[in-house]
């Protein structure tokens, strides 16, 4: 369930000057500082959008919490959130008049498209990509943790009817873990292995199950997400931490499962989980690990296990956007709570600690 906290009583700078709007800046870790700034002019080939509402990504969590996500460090302040959808409320030259006033999701990744990379349909692996709220590229691209932003007009889906705000905000992780499927090769009556309990982990389990999965599994050590996984449509929830975990997991499977994503970012879990595969599996690494990791190779090699990274997604935002409008896939249920803008330090936190919470968003 969606819960609100704050009071729309909360003043809208950009209601008190028309040039202005409210935002806030990622200056390191632990600090966010609100502030106002200039509304962005779009420009050729831009839209201007008003934002309606950005989901707080691990991602997100990771620049709060340590000040950098892996190699991409910061180097001046920035906005973050790349999980946002919103309203059009201006157009920069050259854009279509009809999308004037439209309700629109963003994909956040503008590759370059002219690499080699980008020509093979891998433009997530683009080097030279922009992401909106990362510090990946520089200059850096402000995210949706702001009343406003610009993005090309072609980044810009037009949502079903269907769709309401916190779906469409909900179209980028979506994208992840659907790309993370089509890393695997597909899980049509297979046994699943999710690792993580998080919002990428629930919407894999949500995405295995409607892709065809005969057993889907989670594991995660927070009784919260172990119950939410059960309500989302998993099978089983295990908590990795017992010490019946792996001779449960290992009958459950009939003697391994078939595919295994990990989406906790934890080593231990990597670990572990290779252990539960059988003979000619596969593994999907979906979360980014805090550093790396040794792997016993001479395991994976004499057991033909599949290695495979998911970094992002390519080529399949619009059908999460799709398969949202449809029905088939549910992922509002992932939303725990949504927070004002004004709020954002105590909803980060919230996110940080995790307390019964799968997905915290943000109503500009």
């Known amino acids: 369930m969606t819960r609100q906290v704050g009071s729309d009583a909360t003043t809208n700078a950009a209601d008190r000057h028309d040039d202005q709007m409210s935002a806030f800046l990622l200056r390191g870790a632990r600090v966010l500082d609100p502030v106002q700034m200039a509304i962005p002019a779009p420009m050729e080939g831009q ?38 959808a919103g309203e059009v409320a201006a157009l920069g030259a050259g854009v279509s008049p009809s999308l004037l006033g ?16 980008c020509k093979s349909g891998r433009y997530n692996l683009c080097a030279d990509m922009r992401f909106f709220g990362s510090a990946s590229c520089d200059p850096h691209l402000d995210g949706g ?31 992840v873990a659907l790309h993370a499927l089509n890393r695997s090769g597909g899980v049509v009556g297979k046994s699943v292995l999710i690792t993580g309990g ?29 119950k939410e996984a059960l309500a989302l449509g998993a099978d089983v929830a295990l908590d990795p931490t017992q010490a019946d975990f792996e001779p449960d997991a290992t009958t459950l499977s009939n003697g391994g499962f078939d595919v295994m994503f990990e989406a906790a970012g934890s080593a231990p879990a990597l670990v572990q989980g290779l252990r539960l595969l059988r003979r000619g599996a596969t593994l999907v ?4 690990l805090p550093a790396d990791v040794t792997l016993p190779f001479n395991d994976i090699m004499a057991r033909e296990l599949s290695v495979f990274g998911s970094f992002r997604f390519a080529n399949v935002f619009g059908t999460a956007l799709h398969l949202m409008a449809s029905g088939r896939i549910a992922a509002q249920k992932v939303i725990s709570a949504v927070y004002l803008l004004s709020d954002l330090p105590a909803a980060m936190d919230r996110a940080v600690k995790k ?4 997905k915290v968003q943000i109503e500009p």
């Open 355 to 358: 307390i019964d919470v799968i």
């Open 285 to 288: 690494q979906v979360g980014t």
């Open 198 to 226: 998080g919002a990428i982990g629930q919407l894999l389990a949500i995405s295995a199950r409607a892709f065809g999965a005969a057993l889907v599994v989670v594991s995660d050590p927070a009784a919260f997400a172990r």
């Open 47 to 84: 839209v201007l959008i008003r934002v309606r509402r950005a989901g707080i990504c691990g991602s997100d969590i990771h620049y709060f919490t340590h000040g950098r996500v892996g190699r991409f460090v910061p180097k001046r302040p920035f906005v973050l959130g790349h999980e946002f």
């Open 145 to 175: 943790f702001a009343q406003h932003v610009v993005a090309p007009e072609a980044n810009c889906y037009v949502l079903d009817d269907r769709v309401g705000w916190g779906e469409a905000a909900l179209v980028e992780p979506l994208s």
């Open 102 to 117: 439209q309700r629109v999701a963003v994909d956040p990744s503008i590759p370059c498209s002219a690499c080699p990379t």
